[in-house]
Nanobody, 126 residues
Framework: QAQLVESGGGLVQAGGSLRLSCAAS???????IGWFRQAPGKEREFVGA????????YYADSVRGRFAISRDKDKNTDYLQMNNLKPADPAVYCC????????????????????WGPGPPVTVSS
């Protein structure tokens, strides 16, 4: 089992930046840690994740080049740095742990994850 808790959401102007944190405890080694977002009335959308082995992040096309994932191993915390936020970005942002231990490929589907954090809202004003 794992427990993940996000922090750092809030209100930002379009073009601005926010950094979200995902503090993990429990069993996380060998699993993907993914970021997702869900806007009102929309399905949960993959944002990015970090591979268990190389810790090289991979991203959705909609955020690549603007968002960046990093990890502090000492704190067992992942970060989602969001830059140049756009009106299409507002949502509740959640992190989660992959279901599969040592996956052979990147995991982008929401049903490939569990142990979801509650997720802070991110609002972008124009």
């Amino acid at each position: 089992q794992a427990q993940l808790v996000e922090s750092g959401g809030g209100l930002v102007q379009a073009g601005g930046s926010l950094r979200l944190s995902c503090a993990a405890s429990g069993r996380t080694f060998g699993y993907e840690i993914g970021w997702f977002r869900q806007a009102p009335g929309k399905e949960r959308e993959f944002v990015g994740a970090t591979t268990w082995s190389s810790e090289i992040p991979y991203y959705a096309d909609s955020v690549r080049g603007r968002f960046a994932i990093s990890r502090d191993k000492d704190k067992n915390t992942d970060y989602l740095q969001m830059n140049n936020l756009k009106p299409a970005d507002p949502a509740v942002y959640c992190c989660a742990r992959g279901r599969e231990l040592v996956p052979s490929n990147g995991v982008r589907a929401p049903d490939g994850y569990e142990s979801w954090g509650p997720g802070p809202p991110v609002t972008v004003s124009s």
